[in-house]
């Protein structure tokens, strides 16, 4: 017994010295392999393509993703394959090696020293399918997951085997749903019996999307009989499940807008709504606030970049005094002088707008400026066949917290009670002790800080440009209009409205036509109903 611990120990402490050589061992029984890659032309890559993946090693992955991005080369000297990149002072000729199955650097290399391994449309689906046949058995289940959707767009109808090994091994049931929809796509390109791809059918029935709708209508195309019956059936039932699920999209689409349509129209519901302000120098300062975000981002950029995620919250409070300050100083210098002449407000505010333009086109230029996505509103999700991108998605809750925010100041401080005293009834606030002046620049700065805010959100999904703010300053007034003058819910509601509205004309009557049929709309409810949606009431009101 003390002799046989012995061996075991022996045995136990050499078998991890004993691994590497094993690997190694396995590296050097593929090396002839992937070096015959470079003989003969397409066809005969195709097959040793086939060879490399019939091997089930993870090891000549790296190979053949080179191969498919045109970074595999022969070696003239000695015949060997290597992955080569470019690199060196001289980009054009000097050339980085590795080798393809260990990963280690061989050095530099000209070009012409190196002979590259031509692919085509056909080999790379070739290849696309062999790498998610490799990895199809990976330990990471997002590794998993990619090669069950590659193996689903190269329906390969040789990888059948392969995935009923991997399904029957698969422990999540996402991968393992993944799995079984790429393996109904390659059997429905394979020669199986009629059953097999019934079944097949059903599987890309439940999938519902617009691939699983492409490969049926093809087979439909091209099948007879009962099979073709089962792809017509359910070819009809992802065309119903599609339209439900655009109907959700456009859905989707509407409260996006709106609640861009809210951000933008928010600030002018307090200047035209509340105040009586007719400012057409409203989107200007939109675009005021969104040009403060791009020169935190210059500074950041410069500076420091670690914090760029927090640029939007750094440019969020400075906007709101930036765009604020310059709303007091429009009220002080140029409203209060023109208190009830509307058509004279009109004007200087329209030639307002056109001197902030020229003012900022002067300071940085009349070309887009470059405003980045933090990392937190980059890419999209997808619920079923609808999609959503985060910058969208945190826009529509940026716009319900401003708007709830402002709400909160208006109902619940001293000043909103100040300000709602003011537009109601000036002469007796000013009889109550209220300074009326100030709460007149304080609303009209508050209203145009609010506007900043905005800016700041539309500089991640609009271009920041002088002209920012002239694409939504009328839209900004027909949702005031519409939703009713004065009433901040009936904002809310007249911006979500519009936006829904439109994103559902714009498929049958185009952008443009669909905007001017909102206008009549607009036009024509206004005849029914002067005060809007939700008309304020009241003595004053009435008076």
Do not use: C
Request: aromatic letters at 6%; proline letters at 3%; charged letters at 20%.
């Amino acid at each position: 017994m003390p002799l046989l611990r012995t061996l075991i120990f022996i045995l136990g402490s050499l078998l991890p010295a004993l691994a590497p050589v094993q690997a190694q061992g396995d590296l050097a029984g593929l090396r002839p392999l992937i070096d015959a890659l470079a003989r003969g032309g397409f066809k005969e890559t195709e097959a040793q393509v086939g060879a490399l993946a019939a091997t089930g090693n993870p090891a000549v992955a790296p190979a053949l993703e080179a191969l498919a991005e045109g970074n595999l080369y022969e070696r003239k000297s000695d015949g060997a394959v290597v992955i080569a990149v470019k690199a060196g002072r001289d980009m054009a000729r000097d050339m980085a090696l590795t080798d393809p199955l260990s990963g280690a650097a061989l050095g530099e290399a000209a070009s012409r020293d190196l002979a590259k391994i031509k692919v085509n449309n056909s080999l790379r689906r070739v290849i696309r399918s062999a790498l998610g046949a490799l990895t199809l058995m990976a330990k990471d289940p997002a590794v998993r997951r990619q090669a069950a959707e590659a193996v689903f767009k190269a329906r390969d109808a040789e990888a059948v085997e392969a995935l009923d090994e991997a399904i029957a091994a698969e422990t999540d049931a996402g991968v393992r749903r993944l799995m079984e929809q790429a393996r109904a796509a390659a059997v429905l390109a394979s020669d199986r019996a009629e059953d097999e791809k019934r079944a097949a059918v059903d599987v890309l029935a439940a999938r519902g999307d617009r691939d699983a709708l492409s490969l049926l209508i093809g087979l439909s195309a091209s099948a007879e009989g009962a099979l073709r019956d089962a792809a017509d059936t359910a070819v009809t039932r992802i065309n119903k499940s599609l339209v439900m699920w655009d109907a959700a999209q456009n859905v989707w689409y509407g409260l996006s807008l709106g609640s861009v349509l809210l951000l933008a129209a928010i600030g002018l519901a307090i200047t035209f709504g509340v105040m009586g302000v007719i400012n057409m120098a409203h989107g200007e300062m939109v675009m005021i606030g969104a040009y403060v975000t791009f020169v935190v981002q210059e500074v950041i950029r410069g500076s420091a970049p670690g914090l760029f995620d927090y640029s939007l919250l750094i440019a969020l409070p400075l906007a709101f005094l930036v765009a604020g300050a310059v709303g007091i100083g429009i009220e002080r210098g140029i409203i209060r002088f023109l208190y009830g002449r509307p058509l004279e407000t009109l004007l200087a505010t329209w030639g307002l707008s056109l001197i902030l333009q020229q003012a900022v086109r002067s300071l940085f230029g009349p070309t887009n400026r470059e405003v980045g996505n933090p990392s937190f509103m980059s890419g999209a999700f997808d619920i079923g066949q609808l999609t959503i991108t985060y910058n969208r998605m945190w826009i529509v809750v940026f716009a319900l917290v401003v708007f709830a925010g402002l709400i909160l100041v208006l109902k619940k401080t001293s000043f909103g009670l100040s300000m709602r005293a003011v537009t109601q009834n000036r002469r007796m606030a000013a009889s109550m002790g209220i300074r009326t002046p100030w709460i007149d620049a304080f609303t009209f700065g508050l209203g145009s800080g609010i506007a900043g805010i905005a800016g700041v959100a539309l500089s991640q999904i609009d271009n920041v440009s002088p002209n920012l703010g002239q694409g939504y300053i009328i839209d900004s007034f027909m949702v005031v209009v519409f939703g009713g003058v004065g009433n901040l819910w009936g904002t809310l509601v007249g911006a979500i409205t519009l936006g829904v509205v439109n994103k559902f004309l714009e498929p049958y009557a185009g952008a443009v036509l669909g905007k001017i049929l909102v206008l009549v709309f607009i036009i024509l409810f206004i005849q029914k109903r002067p005060r809007g949606l939700f008309a304020l009431k009241g003595r004053a009101v009435e008076a």
